[in-house]
């Protein structure tokens, strides 16, 4: 019984390591991918044409999306960090929730402008996950909200 806890633990610490690294790599990556972007896109365009056809409003539309990507990808390690101190039900997380959903509604707008400038079936998905993870986000932010609510009461109880 005492292995099987001890199994389970390394496999939470483990797997929480590892989420954490990733979202770093995520969160430092989007900003060198951010800022890169006049030269990427530049290099881009040589492969396909349309990119450079409307090089302004790529850059312009990829920026706003990639501060927009690393805004939500903070508000998401924000989280994250209650999740490792072990105090995930607090206010701070409801609120990163739903600017998290609000941010996800603003990336699936942006993509509905840059499919306004020239149209792919990918960006079409990219608008639906964005809205699903809107939608996601807010209705987590009412559960959260809720927990907290429950928790605090319990802690005047004790």
Sequence with gaps: MAIEKKEIADKKLWLTRWVKYLLDFMF????????SLPFSIK???KYYEPVMRHYEETVIIYFV????A??????LR?????VLNEDCFVM???VSLRK???????IALMSVVRSIVYMTVAMLVIILVFVIAGLFSKVLALVFEEAVRYKEENDLTI
């Excluded at 430092?28 to 800022?35: K, L, Q």
């Design 100 to 106: 998290m959903g609000n941010w996800s509604f603003f």
């Design 78 to 82: 924000k989280i994250f960090r209650t």
């Design 92 to 94: 701070e997380n409801v």
């Design 70 to 75: 690393v805004v939500l990808i903070h508000e």
């Design 28 to 35: 430092y990556g989007g900003i060198v991918v951010t800022a």
């Design 43 to 45: 290099w881009i365009g």
């Design 65 to 68: 999306l990639g501060i927009a």
